[in-house]
């Protein structure tokens, strides 16, 4: 696994002096479509990209690969840091975070653990990007990696 430098460095840095919402979630293309997992935030039914928090004894990158393994039951690889919105208030959970979204890659057969309350599936983009279901920090990393 790479040695978290620039950015991510800074990030653990941040997380482990203060106490921060870092989210981090992963976009997994496959024949131009993309995953989404379907779950239940507050009282709405919301599209989001598989992911979760950062644990404070965890780099991003770490923490999206634990996340996939246990949402997703798959291994994935980050490819790279595509889009960081900075520290939001969200309109679901009415809190600040910091998502962090990463374009992966991983050849494993996604599906949603037991324990998981999702609905994993491979959705058109052109579905996800003007749909409310789908916050605005998501809908724009999409068209990120779509460029």
């Given at each position: 696994m790479p040695c978290p430098s620039g950015p991510e460095k800074g990030i653990k840095q941040i997380i482990?002096?203060?106490s921060i919402n870092l989210r981090v979630y992963g976009l997994l293309m496959r024949e131009r479509r993309v995953l989404v997992a379907e779950e239940k935030v507050g009282h709405q039914e919301i599209l989001k990209f598989p992911g979760g928090g950062v644990e404070v004894d965890e780099t991003p990158e770490q923490a999206l690969i634990?996340?996939?393994r246990e949402e997703c039951q798959i291994n994935i690889t980050p490819i790279g840091l595509v889009h960081v919105p900075g520290t939001l208030f969200?309109?679901?959970i009415h809190r600040l975070y910091?998502?962090?979204f990463y374009e992966i890659k991983s050849l494993g057969k996604p599906k949603a653990h037991p324990s998981e309350k999702i609905?994993?599936?491979f959705l058109n983009p052109?579905?996800?990007l003007n749909n409310d279901r789908v916050a605005l920090p998501e809908r724009?990393?999409?068209k990120k990696i779509l460029d």
């Open positions: 482990m002096k203060i634990r996340e996939f969200s309109p679901w910091t998502p962090l609905n994993l599936r052109s579905d996800l724009e990393a999409l």
